[in-house]
């Protein structure tokens, strides 16, 4: 069974870091995007930062200079460094991989189970 499996989460003070990492596990041949989202309280899940398997990134405009998306295609992981975090980014941050290769012509979209992130002032 192909899964994602996030780490890193936890409670920080305002201008802190955090280093989240998701890693891809399971019988699978490539992925094509990965990607972090999240949604706070009472707002619907939003995406954060994604990443192409050559390393094209994007990022939400509100974690520009602030957070960095990175990929290591060899371990299949993903990783989120956020740093001078503020409250306004607590919420759940879930991992995403599309494209995943998991037959000649079959493949996944896959999201974790998502890490708490809660960033007290």
């Known amino acids: 069974q192909v899964q994602l499996v996030e780490a890193g989460g936890g409670l920080v003070q305002a201008g802190g870091s955090l280093r989240l990492s998701c890693v891809a596990s399971g019988r699978m041949f490539g992925i094509n995007g990965m990607g972090w989202y999240r949604q706070a309280p009472g707002k619907q899940r939003e995406v954060v930062a994604t990443?192409?398997?050559?390393?094209?990134?994007n990022y939400t405009d509100s974690v520009k200079g602030r957070f960095t998306i990175s990929r290591d295609n060899a371990k299949n992981t993903v990783y989120l460094q956020m740093n001078s975090l503020n409250p306004e980014d607590t919420g759940v941050y879930y991992c995403?991989?599309?494209?995943?290769?998991?037959?000649?012509?079959?493949?996944?979209?896959?999201w974790g189970q998502g890490t708490q992130v809660t960033v007290s002032s």
């Open positions: 990443i192409t398997s050559s390393g094209s990134t």
């Open positions: 995403n991989a599309n494209g995943v290769r998991v037959g000649l012509y079959s493949f996944l979209e896959l």
